[in-house]
């Protein structure tokens, strides 16, 4: 099963507008990993947020950690056009049958009007 | 980061054949492996390329239909064999470091199958 799941699925705004998206896991893991994914390209790393780091920022990206909540959230601020892309979470398998394999959510699909 | 390319990037093929995929890494990796990202989905990983043995294969994917060589630390291929139009996917090729580390992704290959 999927390790990550990802809230919404869907999301529409206006152009200046912040984007918040959710991603769920189910087991412990060492760190978590965002992708943006254009009109079906290849995947860019966004961001990657250790297990014992609550919140990270890169440019317009935040990205926020709650292991006990076992949940991550990707804010874009100021959102723009090009941001429209697919956006997904990705974990490493934890716990005791921790392979190292990333595992990805279903993804959210992130549309910015103009 | 690692830079990751991929050849072809699209095809199209006739069902019953079978199309190989290279993937290049700009730097030596630790680990490579193979994602598909059938249409509208997540990816799903196909297996971890190991340098100089055989691929660890994930359930639901086997050597027979998905023959994968890897012969050194930056360089691998993945064959999808005997094509039928479920094949129709995206393929990824993905390489990271070390275990724990980003994980980055080449720009896909796109295969149609009639």
């Known amino acids: 099963s999927q390790q990550g799941e990802e809230d919404p699925q869907a999301l529409s705004i206006q152009e200046g507008e912040n984007a918040t998206m959710n991603c769920s896991y189910k087991t412990s893991i060492n760190n978590l990993q965002w992708y943006r994914q254009n009109s079906g390209r290849g995947l860019v790393h966004l961001i990657l947020?250790?297990?014992?780091?609550r919140e990270k920022h890169s440019g317009r990206l935040r990205v926020t950690l709650d292991t006990s909540k076992k949940s991550s959230s990707l804010l874009i601020t100021a959102s723009r056009a090009a941001d429209t892309a697919s956006y997904f979470c990705?974990?490493?398998?934890?716990?005791?049958?921790?392979?190292?394999?990333?595992?990805f959510g279903q993804g959210t699909t992130l549309q910015v009007k103009p | 980061s690692a830079v990751i390319s991929q050849k072809p990037s699209r095809d199209i093929c006739q069902r019953g054949t079978s199309l190989t995929i290279q993937c290049q890494v700009d730097?030596?990796?630790?680990?490579m492996f193979w994602y598909r990202q059938q249409p509208g989905q997540s990816l799903t990983l196909i297996a971890t390329a190991n340098q100089g043995s055989e691929a660890t294969y994930e359930s639901g994917f086997v050597i027979d239909k998905f023959p994968i060589s890897r012969p050194n630390l930056t360089f691998s291929t993945l064959t999808v064999s005997n094509m039928s139009p479920e094949d129709s996917s995206i393929y990824l090729c993905s390489a990271r470091p070390g275990k724990y580390n980003e994980q980055f992704f080449g720009p896909g290959t796109r295969l149609t199958v009639l």
């Open positions: 990705a974990t490493y398998g934890g716990g005791s049958s921790n392979t190292g394999k990333l595992i």
């Open positions: 730097s030596q990796v630790t680990m």
């Open positions: 947020i250790r297990s014992n780091e």
